[in-house]
Structures are given as structure tokens and as C-alpha cells.
């Protein structure tokens, strides 16, 4: 073969080898030349963000030592510990709590909640239903353990309409013995938008300035590093979520955070261990160098999951169907809803996201009836790390108005390469006709 045959690379048939007819290609490669700008607003997001991290690892001195394995009661355990100021710095708090011992992000979000809220409090979301899971952290569906058996009430304002928040329902919802606001940033799975960072600081400073005393917690789950702030820069208490989403870059195998206020933080190290050991104790059993790389990329891989939702968007909503957000709206998670209508569109969506996975391409994701949800759902995931939403994965549950959230993708050339085959099999099923 001649040298210049070897540097030659041909891509189109690199993707017909993969499955992606020419048409689908065409088609993707028209609608990315349009979002030349909206991408360049990401990678300046993502190069702020990026400088973000390392300054704060810089500041704190991140070593080698750092990524020792350390097992037993963990005390002195430098690598937490030291993690734990990096993140503090990279959230602008006093303190936070980084641990694999936080098992999800709802397990992150019920010790923030347990830790700080005492029997004859109450707990107020002004942004109407929380997630799923937290229903029954909170007791609002009956279960074993939750906050209502321990005497906390639990009230909520619906947004407006508009997906406003209703700042008088919330004034009068404020009584003598709330405790705790909570603010969910991103949508999850419901239609109402996601907030930007600077609406939770509106919503916020409306609290303080009825009662500073409210603790305010922000679920920021899928929201950090979409923006250059986040919701502990404009007054947030306490900030919470996942590292199997954005902050663990894809690296982390498991765990949670939460930032904030020094004294609501110690609160929830005496609630994760024990009353008096706190976050002294707690070994990292060797995950550190997966936390402090995760969080060195995760700028830039939160940044290849929002191109993805973006791309996502503008096809399916050039092909006519309803997308959430919109192909033009600005982004403040990396959740894409498309709706397709029937149940076909749903199912040939994810088995081209699980053809175009790295791991378990060759299973066929079929929908079933899955504990704790009304209709059959079904999901693709081809995950390093299971159950991981930063890796592109998409799901939808089998009813109408038969809508599939996907979200995701550690690079964007693998996000670009999974969108095109949900395509290719959308086309295959006879949903979309090019
Ligand atoms: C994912 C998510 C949670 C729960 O996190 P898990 O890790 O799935 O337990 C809570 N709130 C929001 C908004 C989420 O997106």
C-alpha cells in the first residue's frame, strides 16, 4: 500500500461498516454544520471549567500520595481528604463530603436531607414534585425509614404555569418551623424546564430574604459544569449529587457529593459514619485516582454529553418531532427528551444507542416491566461503569406520548456516533423516511 493510501483514512466507509448508511451520515453532517457556534460556547465553557479544576488542584496540592490505597478506619486518609478541599475549592464552599460510601446520588441527597433536618422540621421544594426516588427518602409515598417516620413534615409550591416559580405560593408555604428548602436544578423526567444557575440565585436570595436562617440545598444532578457557576456561587448552602454523572467524569465507579457550609457538612459526616467519628473515618479502598481523573475530565466530558443532546435535538426536531429542550434553546442539564409518538420510534431509538456502545453492542434491549414503574420500559446502556448516566444511555417507558430521555456520551464523537445509528435504526423500522 502506498504511504499516501495509509493516511487516506476513509471515514464513510468506516461508518457503512459500522451500519450507518451514507443518507444517515449526510444527513448528521448537515445538521452539525449548523451548530459550529453553539459548539464553540460549550468548549468556552468547557475551558473555564477545565482551568476551574486544576487551579483547584493546584491549590491544594494534589500528589501522587494522594491516590494511595488506604483501608481500615481511614484515618489520615490524604487522598480524601485532600479530595474533599478540591472539591470545596471547585464549588466555592467552605467544605464538602466526596466518599464512595455515598452509594448514588439519591443516597447523596437523603444524607443531606436526614443529617440537617430534625423531628418537627420542615422540608419545602418551591419546584413542585421532586425526583422519583426522593418521594420516598421524603415519606411522600409511605416507606420504611423516611424522613415522615422521623417527624419531618414535607410541603411543596408547584411552579407556575409557565414553569416560573411562584414566589407568593412560596412566601406563605415558608412557616415558622421550615428547615430546609430543596431545589432541584434539572428537570430529571418531568416536561418542566431545567433551571439555569442564575434562577436558583433568584430563587434563593427570595428565601433569605424572608428567612436567612433556611437552609438551602440545590439536587444538582446533571447540572455541574454546564454552566461556569454553579448553584453554591449564588447562595446555595448545600450542593448535591452523583459521580456517576457529570463530576465523576466517567472514571468514577461509584459515589457522592456534597458541598457547602462547614457546620451542614459535618452534619453529614456524623450521619454517614456515627456520631462523634464524622468524616474521620471512611477509607478510600483505592477509588481516588479514579475521583480526582474523573473530575479532571469532567469538564470536557460533560461537554461532549451536551453536543450530543444538542446534535440529538436539531435531528429529531428537523425530522418533525417534538424535542425538550428545543434544538436552539440553551441548555442548563444534559437530558434530551424526544418524543416520538409510538411505540416503535422508542424501541428503535434505543437499540441503535446499544449498537453504537463500546461494551454490549450485541445485546438487543428489549422492553420489560420493571419494578417500581407503571408500564413496560426500556433501556440502552453499553456502560463501563453500570447503571452510569454520564456514558450515553437512553430509556423511555412504553406509554404515551411514547418519549425517549437519553443523555450522555463520554466523547462527543462516540455521542455524534450513537445518534447516527439511532437514526440508521429509525430509518431501518420504517419510522423515518429520509
Ligand atoms: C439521577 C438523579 C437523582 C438520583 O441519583 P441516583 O444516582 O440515580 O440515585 C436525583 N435527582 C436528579 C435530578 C437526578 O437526575
Avoid at 461494551?359 to 420500559?377: E, K, L, N, R
Avoid at 463501563?384 to 450515553?392: A, K, T, W, Y
Wanted: hydrophobic share 40%; net charge negative.
Amino acid at each position: 500500500m502506498s504511504k499516501e493510501k495509509n493516511c487516506d483514512f476513509d471515514i464513510i466507509s468506516l461508518y457503512r461498516e459500522l451500519g450507518i448508511r451514507r443518507e444517515v451520515l449526510d444527513f448528521g453532517r448537515e445538521i452539525e454544520a449548523g451548530l459550529e457556534k453553539r459548539f464553540a460556547a460549550i468548549d468556552g465553557v468547557a475551558e473555564y471549567n477545565q482551568l476551574k479544576v486544576i487551579q483547584a488542584m493546584q491549590k491544594n496540592q494534589v500528589s501522587e500520595g494522594c491516590f494511595h490505597y488506604a483501608s481500615g478506619y481511614g484515618y489520615n486518609d490524604v487522598g480524601r481528604d485532600t479530595l474533599e478541599e478540591v472539591y470545596a475549592s471547585v464549588f466555592h464552599t467552605e467544605s464538602a463530603l466526596v466518599r464512595p460510601q455515598i452509594t448514588c446520588g439519591t443516597h447523596a441527597l437523603a444524607l443531606a436531607l436526614s443529617a440537617n433536618l430534625r423531628p418537627g422540621d420542615e422540608l419545602l421544594s418551591p419546584v413542585g414534585k421532586p425526583y422519583d426516588t426522593l418521594e420516598e427518602v421524603i415519606g411522600i409515598r409511605p416507606s420504611k425509614g423516611s424522613l415522615a417516620e422521623y417527624g419531618v413534615s414535607y410541603s411543596q409550591v408547584e411552579l407556575l404555569e409557565d414553569g416560573t416559580f411562584d414566589f407568593d405560593g412560596i412566601r406563605e408555604a415558608l412557616r415558622e418551623n421550615t428547615k430546609l428548602v430543596t431545589i432541584q436544578r434539572s428537570k430529571g423526567y418531568q416536561t418542566r424546564p431545567s433551571f439555569s444557575v442564575g434562577q436558583i440565585g433568584e430563587l434563593i436570595r427570595f428565601v433569605k430574604d424572608i428567612r436567612p436562617d433556611i437552609i438551602c440545598m440545590v439536587d444538582n444532578c446533571y447540572g455541574e459544569f454546564v454552566e461556569t457557576i454553579e448553584p453554591s456561587d449564588v447562595g446555595a448552602d448545600l450542593v448535591v449529587g452523583s459521580l456517576i454523572k457529570n463530576p465523576g467524569g466517567g472514571l468514577a465507579p461509584i459515589g457522592g457529593y456534597i458541598a457547602g457550609r462547614k457546620d451542614l457538612i459535618d452534619a453529614c459526616g456524623f450521619r454517614l459514619t456515627s456520631p462523634g467519628l464524622g468524616k474521620e473515618v471512611g477509607a478510600s479502598l483505592g477509588v481516588m485516582q479514579s475521583f480526582y481523573q474523573g473530575l479532571f475530565l469532567a469538564p470536557t466530558v460533560t461537554a461532549s454529553a451536551l453536543k450530543a443532546a444538542i446534535f440529538a435535538a436539531n435531528i429529531y426536531e428537523k425530522l418533525g418531532f417534538a424535542v425538550v429542550p428545543k434544538g436552539s434553546e440553551s441548555r442548563h442539564d444534559i437530558i434530551q427528551a424526544v418524543t416520538f409518538g409510538k411505540p416503535e420510534g422508542v424501541i428503535a431509538f434505543c437499540k441503535g444507542i446499544q449498537a453504537a456502545a463500546p461494551v454490549d453492542s450485541f445485546v438487543t434491549p428489549i422492553p420489560w416491566a420493571m419494578p417500581g414503574y407503571d408500564s413496560d420500559v426500556i433501556m440502552a446502556a453499553g456502560a463501563f461503569v453500570q447503571g452510569s448516566s454520564i456514558e450515553l444511555s437512553a430509556d423511555g417507558p412504553i406509554k404515551p406520548p411514547y418519549a425517549v430521555y437519553f443523555q450522555g456520551g463520554l466523547t462527543w464523537h462516540h455521542g455524534r456516533l450513537g445518534i447516527l445509528m439511532s437514526l440508521e435504526h429509525l430509518v431501518r423500522e420504517g419510522v423515518v423516511v429520509l
